[in-house]
């Protein structure tokens, strides 16, 4: 026999547990929250602004190191090596550091292993164009992060991270994402928070956005220090945040509002 407070407590619960069981069950990815016109845009080629990216990184790509080999060297010319579900698989566990490594990582650790190049700085924009470029050939293959092994602890603290308050707002990724995914924040939708469309293009700023760019955007908006790019702690929820849109197609470079 339940108590009257108890049965208040479960009316008033009961809308934010069946959205976020429905919210379980259909992962959208944010391109489901776009106006028709913008996902028409994202699907074009020639409209799409994110492409200059792209091919920025595409040129990159295929840059001489400092011992004259490129990336084209081991992966084909456009990448025409690349074996494409492994770039969904990203972030991978890295044996020899003992951590996961993103996109971003690889291509640092293949330039200095390979081309003898210094690496990068992290996200900085030429390394998100190659990122850019490297997802773009992999645009349509089904986001499969595998953290059933050695990833499973970095993979609970970057959930652990997403459902943590932070900043004067006192805010998760998981009140927006989760709660009120689907609902009106002034003008916008707020969509799931999947990541599968990075990087990617924002129409709002008018510019191409890491997603480690697009978190540190989240943490200042909510009043918030944000973690430093390439930081521990932003890999651990880049490495949740792929592995919650496993199935989502892979949509570089999104547009996005």
């Known amino acids: ?49 994110g492409m200059t990216a792209v091919e920025e990184g595409r040129v990159e790509f295929h840059r001489a190191g400092v011992n004259d080999k ?15 579900k492994k770039i969904a698989s990203y972030p991978i566990y890295n044996k ?29 924009t030429d390394l998100v164009e190659i990122e850019a470029f490297v997802r773009y050939l992999a645009r349509g293959e089904k986001v499969n992060v595998d953290i059933t092994g050695p990833l499973k602890p970095f993979y609970e603290k970057g959930k652990k991270l997403y459902n943590t308050r932070f900043g004067q707002m006192n805010m998760a990724c998981a009140v927006c994402h989760d709660q009120f995914a689907g609902q009106r924040l002034r003008g916008q939708v707020l969509s799931q928070g999947h990541s599968n469309g990075f990087p990617l293009y924002r129409l709002g700023s008018g510019k ?50």
Do not use: W
Request: proline share 5%.
């Open 208 to 257: 191409m956005t890491s997603l480690h760019g697009r978190l540190e955007e989240c943490f200042r908006s909510f009043r918030a220090e944000p973690f430093d790019k390439g930081s521990d702690e932003l890999i651990n929820l880049e490495l949740y945040l792929h592995s919650r849109g496993n199935g989502l197609s892979i949509e570089t470079p999104a547009v996005r509002y």
């Open 70 to 84: 490129t990336c084209a060297t081991c992966h084909g010319e456009n990448g025409s090596k690349f074996n494409l």
């Open 1 to 49: 026999m339940i108590s009257h407070k108890q049965y208040l407590i479960f009316i008033f619960l009961l809308p934010i547990l069946f959205f976020n069981s429905i919210s379980a069950r259909e992962l959208k990815s944010g391109s489901e929250y776009l106006t028709p016109a913008t996902r028409e845009m994202q699907n074009d080629d020639f409209a799409n602004p």
């Open 96 to 124: 020899e550091y003992e951590k996961p490594f993103t996109l971003q990582e690889q291509v640092n650790f293949c330039g200095e292993e390979y081309l003898d190049n210094v690496p990068y700085v992290y996200d900085c």
